[in-house]
């Protein structure tokens, strides 16, 4: 079956501008996950949503913000870009059932994400 | 969460198995161990998680020592393709939290030929 998809994978924006990220789970999958990657910082969580309401807030400027779609499809969208919003974003997806533990995370390939 | 703790480099000779350690002495009981790796500009690929048995998969090993404070990821037989960041990650499963991952900063595996 498809894997996570994200679009587009690679974005040049200018400082100020906004930008929206997609991501398309694996079907089924109703959690999603969002992440940056810097080189300084590493992966940290952004948030979490599932069956359309956030879970979960990583620590991250009201800049950023997410929704997600009654198709699990998500979004996620920065305002007012800055220089350091430069970054791989990556999406994962789970598939979760109350009987037996957590499975495990699918990420897909991310989107590089440029501003100068 | 519990932190985890990696060394951030390691060597291994292609063919030969790969061992790598993590410790979590602060596990709590109800906390998994999960393993995770990057491969240069990809997305990070689940490898394997256990909870206090070891546990084999086609990709690897994870064995756990019995008092949960620490594990080792076992590769096998490591190829070049193996080379990668490795993720050792400690979470509870499930809960409210169960989608947020806590990636420290991994082991970077060198496979050489």
């Known amino acids: 079956k498809a894997g996570v998809t994200q679009t587009p994978r690679y974005l040049i924006k200018t400082r100020g501008q906004q930008v929206t990220l997609s991501c398309s789970p694996i079907?089924?999958?109703?959690?999603v996950s969002w992440y940056q990657q810097t080189p300084g910082q590493g992966l940290q969580f952004l948030f979490e949503?599932?069956?359309?309401?956030?879970?979960n807030k990583g620590n991250f400027p009201g800049r950023f913000s997410g929704r997600q779609f009654s198709n699990s499809r998500s979004e996620m969208n920065v305002s007012t870009l800055e220089l350091g919003d430069s970054a791989l974003y990556l999406c994962?997806?789970?598939?979760?059932?109350?009987?037996?533990?957590?499975?495990?995370?699918?990420f897909g390939q991310g989107t590089r994400l440029t501003v100068v | 969460d519990a932190k985890t703790t990696q060394p951030p480099s390691m060597d291994c000779a292609e063919g030969r198995a790969a061992n790598l350690p993590c410790n979590h002495s602060?596990?709590?009981?109800?906390?998994?161990v999960y393993w995770y790796r990057q491969i240069h500009s990809q997305g990070p690929q689940y490898i394997i998680h256990?909870?206090?048995n070891n546990e084999t998969n086609e990709m690897a090993s994870l064995i756990i020592t019995e008092d949960r404070k620490s594990s080792t990821l076992i590769l096998p037989h490591a190829t070049l393709r193996d080379t990668a960041v490795y993720y050792c990650?400690?979470?509870?499963?499930?809960?409210?939290?169960?989608?947020?991952?806590?990636f420290g900063q991994g082991t970077t595996l060198q496979v050489k030929p």
């Open positions: 994962a997806s789970s598939l979760e059932v109350r009987w037996r533990p957590r499975t495990e995370a699918f």
């Open positions: 602060t596990i709590s009981g109800n906390e998994y």
């Open positions: 990650i400690v979470r509870v499963a499930p809960s409210s939290n169960t989608g947020k991952l806590i």
């Open positions: 256990g909870l206090k």
């Open positions: 949503y599932f069956s359309e309401t956030q879970r």
């Open positions: 079907s089924g999958h109703r959690s």
